[in-house]
Nanobody, 126 residues
Framework: QVQLVESGGGLVQAGGSLRLSCVAS????????MGWFRQAPGKEREFVAA????????DYADSVKGRFTISRDNAKNTLYLQMNSLKPDDTAVYYC???????????????????WGQGTQVTVSS
């Protein structure tokens, strides 16, 4: 399985921006559909965004559409999540995940992803 390490989290004021990165080990990164999930305290993990093997297709949760952008650089084995216009409700631990499942459609459930990173904390102050 691929190993995933997230970075880029931090504390930001509402309306601000952050870019999360997720670096994958190994030479098979381009074979994985990738996704971002998040989990806020006391809440269940929720889908944020997903992207196909070469980035031609993306999907987003309604709550982040128009504010977040998922992208990938297969040459660098890196997945990104650009987060703009951040809100306090975006506060959560953000996880990247990798899927070898069938596509299309892009998986949006956690069960569709077999490898997970350790998470990075994003805190948005009001």
């Amino acid at each position: 399985q691929v190993q995933l390490v997230e970075s880029g989290g931090g504390l930001v004021q509402a309306g601000g921006s952050l870019r999360l990165s997720c670096v994958a080990s190994g030479r098979t990164f381009r074979r994985y559909v990738m996704g971002w999930f998040r989990q806020a305290p006391g809440k269940e993990r929720e889908f944020v965004a997903a992207i196909s093997w070469i980035g031609g297709s993306t999907d987003y949760a309604d709550s982040v559409k128009g504010r977040f952008t998922i992208s990938r650089d297969n040459a660098k084995n890196t997945l990104y999540l650009q987060m703009n216009s951040l809100k306090p409700d975006d506060t959560a631990v953000y996880y990247c995940a990798a899927s070898l499942g069938s596509y299309p459609p892009l998986p949006v459930g956690g069960d569709g992803f077999g490898s997970w990173g350790q998470g990075t904390q994003v805190t948005v102050s009001s």
